[in-house]
């Protein structure tokens, strides 16, 4: 009884540390994350910062420049002038990865944990520039010139195509951000987990079932508990027994 009750708190305690330490693991992605992906805005709509030329990847199958473009949309530039939609939509998520995190039993899962932070850094990330909150304006000659622009900053380009397709005639994959990235990341692992056979029971389950398994045993018919002999003692006669006849 001693050893399994030790065994149980024993194993109730680590899956209450491996609790906690996915709850730090979660908020840490999702900080360092979008701190990583408002300073790389900050820095590539710098007035003063200069894009570089376009850089060749892979022999010339593939190039990468950095250049700056406003999405009033989705990802890959889906649902343009819909931000208000967008940035709602982005709200539901959050709470979504809230509950999915704590109420879902996400944090039983290192994987679940690294992908829902690194989707709530992606969301707040854009959230952040569909509220307006990098301050950015409609330039001079347009029509809202001088008003907030609601919109995501992107700065990443990438193209594809054989190394003598003029630029023009390649494929421009849309330009993105390191939320996207974030985003796209950990969709993908929720993805790869859904085709996983899920767990017969999860471990705060499993510590229950030891716990009613453990007291059960321990009672006797009726659910009384029976007490455990002592080897040193032996109960008295009952009342009215003869006694015993000496061999002869």
């Given amino acids: 009884m001693s050893d399994e009750g030790g065994e149980t708190f024993a194993e109730a305690r680590r899956l209450e540390t491996g609790t906690s330490r996915a709850v730090v693991v979660f908020f840490a992605l999702a900080c360092v994350g979008l701190a990583v992906d408002l300073w790389s805005k900050h820095v590539a709509f710098d007035p003063h910062f200069v894009p570089g030329p376009r850089q060749p990847i892979a022999g010339g199958w593939a190039t990468f420049e950095l250049t700056t473009s406003f999405n009033e949309g989705a990802l890959f530039g889906v649902g343009q002038g819909w931000t208000w939609l967008f940035a ?126 453990t007291s059960d045993e321990s009672a006797g018919p009726g659910g009384l508990t029976t007490p455990a002999s002592n080897p040193g003692t032996t109960p008295p006669d009952p009342l009215g027994s003869p006694p015993e006849e000496p061999a002869s």
Wanted: glycine share 12%.
């Fill in 88 to 213: 709602l939509l982005s709200l539901v998520a959050v709470a979504g990865v809230f509950f999915w995190m704590f109420r879902l039993g996400g944090r039983s899962s290192a994987w679940l944990t690294v992908a829902l932070g690194l989707i709530l850094a992606g969301t707040l990330g854009n959230l952040f520039d569909r509220a307006g909150c990098h301050g950015e304006v409609y330039p001079e000659g347009l029509v809202r010139a001088g008003q907030v622009r609601y919109a995501v900053r992107d700065f990443l380009l990438f193209t594809f195509g054989q190394p003598e397709t003029p630029i023009g005639q390649r494929y421009h994959y849309p330009v993105f951000n390191f939320a996207d990235v974030f985003l796209v990341t950990g969709a993908i692992m929720l993805v790869l987990k859904s085709f996983q056979a899920e767990e017969d029971d999860e471990p705060g389950e499993a510590v229950q079932e030891r716990q009613a398994a």
